[in-house]
Nanobody, 114 residues
Framework: QVQLVESGGGLVQPGGSLRLSCTAS????????MGWYRQAPGKQRELVAD???????NYADSVKGRFTISRDNAKNTVYLQMSSLNPEDTAVYYC????????WGQGTLVTVSE
């Protein structure tokens, strides 16, 4: 059984930072295309960043230079380091894995507010 468990969300002030973690079981993250998506209230789910097996990364224009996706193969975990957060980053963040099949985590809420 595949599980993607996100953690690290919470309330942060504008300009602050958070690090999200996605720990996988039942799959090997280094053999999958791993991504972070987000869904804000009333909006469609959108890709934030992803990392392929070879290690190349891709970012949405809105987060380039502020967010960094990384992978720890030994911990079978993918991270999303977020900095310079602004209220528009408020959303539920989901971990995603894709190879032959795709899997989603349950999501973790990030709220950027005073």
């Amino acid at each position: 059984q595949v599980q993607l468990v996100e953690s690290g969300g919470g309330l942060v002030q504008p300009g602050g930072s958070l690090r999200l973690s996605c720990t996988a079981s039942g799959i090997i993250v280094s053999m999958h295309k791993m991504g972070w998506y987000r869904q804000a209230p009333g909006k469609q789910r959108e890709l934030v960043a992803d990392i392929i097996s070879a290690g190349s990364t891709n970012y949405a224009d809105s987060v380039k230079g502020r967010f960094t996706i990384s992978r720890d193969n030994a911990k079978n975990t993918v991270y999303l380091q977020m900095s310079s957060l602004n209220p528009e980053d408020t959303a539920v963040y989901y971990c995603h894995a894709r190879r032959q099949f795709e899997y989603w985590g349950q999501g973790t809420l990030v709220t950027v507010s005073e």
